[in-house]
């Protein structure tokens, strides 16, 4: 028949995608009444057909709902100081209700973090500002390292794979602590180019005169910049090490997840 393909055909994997992504949106555009959309039943059912795994459908789709979630870095601010946001994203064994209840005591009593607001299966959190909160970050009480302290909002979104799995996105925006970075080193530039200036009209030799404005403003934008970059790694840091925990089951354990990062940061401190 002229419309078979043949079976020895083979393609690589990104026209395979091309094909997958052509066949979904020809499909979507012939559901009556769907206007081009897709149900995720739908989805799986059409990616069943073209032999692909259920399990690794249902992830997708997962992945799908929570990147609505994700905060965009881009503009001036990131390329002057550098990003802003941190993500995480793993599939971990639990339901929804339960991963999010251990997320929350974590955050609140290892990263003093207190719930600004709670939607559905979605959870935000934000510094807590108190004296005891303030004191705790100070003195670092109870060894916490509370990377994520220069997050003005940290939130977590658990959407359920299957009966057993949960997609945990968790993100951090430390936007704040970026905007405060690039107030003081304009402060500090604008510092070296009044030095200039003044140093210009009480006639000090003009080469020496716009030395401090020619060294103050790139030393506070580099100092800047690794300030930045610090605070964004072990906010990174602290995410990937919770979902290690998650992924463990250790909330699930006796004393839950904070017995077991106590015990891990006791361990440490005993090899040192």
Request: hydrophobic residues 45%.
């Amino acid at each position: 028949m002229p419309d078979e393909l043949a079976p020895s055909r083979k393609l690589d994997r990104a026209a395979l995608d091309r094909v997958l992504a052509r066949a979904a949106e020809l499909q979507s555009s012939s559901i009556e009444g769907g206007e081009g959309s897709l149900t995720e039943a739908e989805i799986v059912e059409l990616g069943k057909e073209a032999g692909m795994s259920p399990d690794h459908l249902r992830q997708a789709i997962a992945e799908e709902r929570t990147r609505s979630a994700a905060p965009d870095d881009t503009g001036f601010a990131a390329s002057f100081i550098g990003r802003a946001t941190v993500r995480a994203t793993r599939v971990v064994p639990g339901t929804p209700t339960e991963l999010l209840a251990a997320i929350d005591t974590w955050m609140q009593q290892q990263e003093c973090l207190k719930i600004k607001r709670r939607v559905a299966e979605r959870i935000v959190w934000e510094p807590r500002n108190d004296l005891v909160g303030n004191l705790q970050r100070g003195l670092r009480l109870g060894g916490g390292e509370y990377a994520l302290s220069k997050a003005a909002e940290v939130s977590a979104t658990a959407t359920r794979v299957d009966a057993s799995r949960t997609l945990v996105a968790l993100d951090a925006g430390m936007a704040s602590y970026r905007g405060s970075l690039s107030m003081t080193t304009g402060i500090v530039g604008g510092v070296g180019a009044g030095a200039t200036v003044v140093g210009a009209v009480i006639g000090v030799f003009l080469p020496v005169a716009v030395i401090p404005m020619v060294i103050a403003g790139p030393i506070a934008l580099m100092a800047s910049r690794r300030a930045q970059a610090k605070a964004v790694d072990r906010g990174q840091l602290a995410l990937e090490q919770l979902l290690d925990h998650l992924e463990r089951g250790d909330h699930r354990k006796p004393g839950g997840l904070l017995a077991a990062v106590s015990a891990a940061a006791n361990l440490l401190q005993g090899r040192r």
